[in-house]
């Protein structure tokens, strides 16, 4: 393989090789965001028909921008079969690689007080009480998609640790009632109750103290919040409603 890396503007001497997977425009989109920001030239690969090998999602993304796009050209014959080589190879940064990346910058950067800083907090959270990352992303007051960015920009902020603290406690005791107390599902449906005025929290703990049978495994967020709200209400008059989650 030749690695001599060129540029060009020329997009439309390159195409997609057939049989490869679909551009997903969800990833386009934030490739897009990203690049927009501060583009970091990765080279693309094609083989000897200009047929794009590896970094379709890149391709797009600096055409769309009008950036000059690096690229080089393999000379063996590079086909269909090398493409799914590649994405069996390649490994993408996981949310845990991120975590671990800025909180050696906060160690470096401030080594008397990394302890104190937004990613070593956040981490432990994560481990003292056993939570799945989401939901320790619910418990700092991120947003599914836009905080998550940031999260992988090093710009996560905690609104307010005190009170993250409490709730993973709270979470984190939901252990002694149920066996499946850390399926996502099931502390998503927590989250969700927590942040709701007609929640009570103690309520809650007596009512599964005394139906713990009852709290039984659901396949989505929606459907605890729904067997919570029965379990909630039960043998109780003033009986409330929970609301559900738009994407449960």
Same mark, same amino acid.
């Given at each position: ?7 060009? *503007?020329?997009? +439309? ?8 997977? #679909?551009?997903? @425009?969800?990833?386009?989109? /934030?490739?897009?965001?990203?690049? =927009?920001?501060?583009?970091? @030239?990765? @080279?693309? !690969? ?5 047929? !794009? ?13 009008? &950036?000059?796009?690096?690229? $080089? ?10 493409? =799914? ?13 991120? &975590? ?6 906060? /160690? ?6 990394? #302890? ?10 994560? =481990?003292?009480?056993?939570? @799945? ?8 007051? #991120?947003?599914? $998609? ?7 920009? %090093? ?5 307010? $640790?005190?009170? #993250? ?20 599902? $099931? ?18 703990? =007596? *009512?599964? +103290? ?15 919040? +729904? ?9 109780? /008059?003033? *009986?409330?409603?929970?609301? /559900?989650?738009?994407? %449960?």
């Amino acid at each position: 393989m030749t690695r001599s890396i060129k540029t060009t *503007k020329n997009y +439309g001497q390159f195409r997609f090789i057939r049989g490869n997977r #679909a551009v997903s @425009p969800l990833h386009l989109e /934030r490739l897009i965001a990203s690049m =927009r920001e501060k583009y970091v @030239p990765t @080279p693309i !690969i094609i083989n000897e028909d200009n047929e !794009i090998i590896d970094g379709q999602h890149r391709f797009s993304a600096a055409k769309h921008l009008g &950036l000059p796009l690096y690229y $080089f050209r393999t000379l063996n014959g590079s086909g269909l079969e090398d493409v =799914r080589i590649i994405n069996t190879i390649n490994r993408t940064w996981t949310n845990n690689d991120h &975590l671990k990346s800025f909180m050696e910058k906060e /160690r470096d950067e401030h080594p008397d007080t990394f #302890a104190t800083k937004p990613y070593h907090l956040f981490d432990w959270l994560k =481990r003292t009480y056993s939570l @799945p990352f989401q939901i320790v992303m619910n418990l700092v007051g #991120a947003d599914p $998609f836009h905080k998550a960015q940031d999260f992988k920009k %090093g710009n996560l902020k905690i609104k307010d $640790f005190s009170q #993250a603290k409490v709730d993973a406690i709270y979470l984190h005791s939901m252990k002694e009632f149920y066996e499946h107390w850390r399926k996502r599902s $099931f502390l998503s449906a927590m989250c969700s109750l927590m942040k709701q005025s007609v929640f009570d929290r103690k309520r809650w703990v =007596r *009512k599964i +103290g005394i139906n713990r049978t009852k709290l039984i495994q659901c396949t989505n967020t929606n459907d605890y919040i +729904g067997l919570m709200e029965y379990i909630y209400n039960w043998n109780e /008059r003033d *009986k409330v409603t929970f609301k /559900r989650k738009l994407n %449960g």
